[in-house]
């Protein structure tokens, strides 16, 4: 056979079949809360989050998505309704409305739950500048929720994926100290390094100042063209810097994955035999066997 990258695919995603069906995922011994952030737009945060978070329920596992950007592109992703009169992370961020006012169960989809984010989010980032405690908003929030479900018998939850908007202001920073783990998901194409050294900065002050336990636990490398020489680049460029984060998994382009969210469903449910259902798989998979920080 041919050694092109059309075969290397094909054998890689007969492997992966193999190697993911029926697998249960192993839950990890306290919830791992995970920001999935970067300021850049487009870069693959949202598709990251709700297919990472589909793959890690249909291992098995208990997970919450937060969609803490007013875009609303998660909630509308997983199917769950977020037009303006919808109880949202508004309501939690800027009113101090309990997450379990606002959680909605993903339809068809077991052990996965959603926050939504409406249009009045948009607001909250101004609104929350005048709040108390204004950036360990969210933190508490997601406290007082798994406090709750303990209390109420619920089973616990396992990961919690925070989806944020492309900014630093407040709605990213609330992420951030709500987490213990960032996942930053960087598009290999050229100019994917640049504006990384501002996040990055960003997450040490908020390190320093706010949340001493946050890491950048994952570096993944999405929408990756396994045709171009610039994307096996700036892979490269991007594992010397981050050997220890970069996942092995890499998310090809695909239009599978871009057409999902128009069905309001996951690529995981849309066309589960994909290149990128299979991705994402492999890396909710990665992300689970890697020992939590
Ligand atoms: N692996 C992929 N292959 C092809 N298209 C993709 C892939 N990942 C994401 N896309 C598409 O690229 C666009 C941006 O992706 P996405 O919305 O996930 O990025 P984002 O970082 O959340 O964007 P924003 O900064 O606006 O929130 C979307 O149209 C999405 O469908
Ligand atoms: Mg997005």
């Known amino acids: ?32 809360v995970i920001t999935i952030a970067n300021q850049k737009g487009g870069v693959g945060k949202t598709s990251t989050t709700v297919n990472v978070a ?18 609303g592109n998660t909630s509308t992703a997983l199917n769950i309704e977020h037009h303006a009169e919808v ?13 379990q006012d606002v959680v909605q169960d993903v339809p068809d989809m077991d052990g996965l739950l959603c926050a939504p984010a409406t249009i009045n989010l948009s607001g909250a980032e101004i609104e929350l500048v005048s709040l108390v405690a204004r950036e ?5 929030a997601i406290r007082d929720y798994l406090e709750h479900r303990d209390d109420e018998g619920l089973p616990s939850l396992d990961y919690v994926l925070i989806d944020c908007p492309p900014s630093l202001g407040l709605l990213t920073v609330n992420a951030l100290v709500a987490a213990r783990e ?22 040490e002050l908020i ?17 990756y063209d396994a045709r171009t020489r610039l994307a096996a680049q700036v892979a490269q460029d991007v594992r010397e810097h981050f050997p220890e984060q970069t996942l092995e998994t890499t998310i090809p ?23 990128g259902a299979l991705a994402y798989r492999a890396a909710a998979h990665e992300l689970t066997i890697r020992p939590a920080p």
């Open 1 to 32: 056979m041919e050694d092109t990258p059309l075969m290397r695919e094909l054998a890689r995603d007969h492997a992966r079949r193999k190697q993911l069906d029926g697998v249960e995922f192993a839950a990890p011994e306290t919830t791992r």
């Open 54 to 71: 589909a793959a890690l329920a249909l291992g098995g596992l208990n997970v919450l998505v937060i969609d803490a950007d007013p875009q």
């Open 87 to 99: 109880a949202s992370m508004y309501e939690v961020l800027v009113e101090s409305a309990p997450l």
């Open 136 to 140: 360990n908003r969210l933190r508490n």
């Open 182 to 203: 960032v996942l930053i998901p960087i598009q290999a194409e050229y100019y994917a390094l640049e504006g990384l050294s501002l996040l990055l900065n960003n997450i």
């Open 207 to 223: 390190r320093q100042h706010l949340n001493p336990d946050l890491v950048v636990s994952s570096i993944m490398l999405t929408m």
């Open 253 to 275: 382009r695909s239009v599978r994955i871009s057409e999902a969210p128009s069905y309001g469903q996951t690529v995981l449910t849309y066309d589960p035999g994909s290149s």
